[in-house]
């Protein structure tokens, strides 16, 4: 007699074909394991797709940061500010569903995270605040403003 029902036996023993990736009669997907090399072709392969759709803010989100892994299935992705998070909410899940598609494990999740990197984000108002930016760099532009007479006061 050939029944529909889910039975242990049937879950826990390996497919024929080799293949990981096993489907349940009633849909639930069993997840293969992934490197981390893996995931950062995925991401920016969707990136690409993203930009190719016209969708410029979100493919410069992704491409500037490597997604985070909090533990084997888990990820963050961090953005620059309140602004991106509220950009990229509404594509979330078909990012999500990419990545479990593309990695064959549907049981990834992704959240954000507010970047730390705050020297980065300095917006110089005059060209004192630029120089000074510089020249902690490059000590020698001290030098130069020096011999030069030069003017940063513009």
Sequence with gaps: MNT??????????PVEDGSAERSFSNGVKVYENFNFDQVKMVWRRYAHEMKSKGMETFYNAMIKRDPKIK??????????NQVQIDYITPHLNDLI???RQELKN?????????????????????GKDR???????NLNLHTFKTVFNLDIEF
């Design 106 to 126: 549907y049981h990834i999740t992704l959240g954000f995270s507010l970047s730390e990197d705050q020297e980065s984000q300095v917006k110089f108002l005059s």
């Design 131 to 137: 120089f000074i930016s510089l020249a902690k760099k």
């Design 4 to 13: 529909s029902n889910l039975s242990i036996k049937k879950i826990l023993t």
């Design 71 to 80: 533990d084997d299935v888990h990820f963050t992705m961090e953005v620059d």
């Design 97 to 99: 569903g990419f990545l």
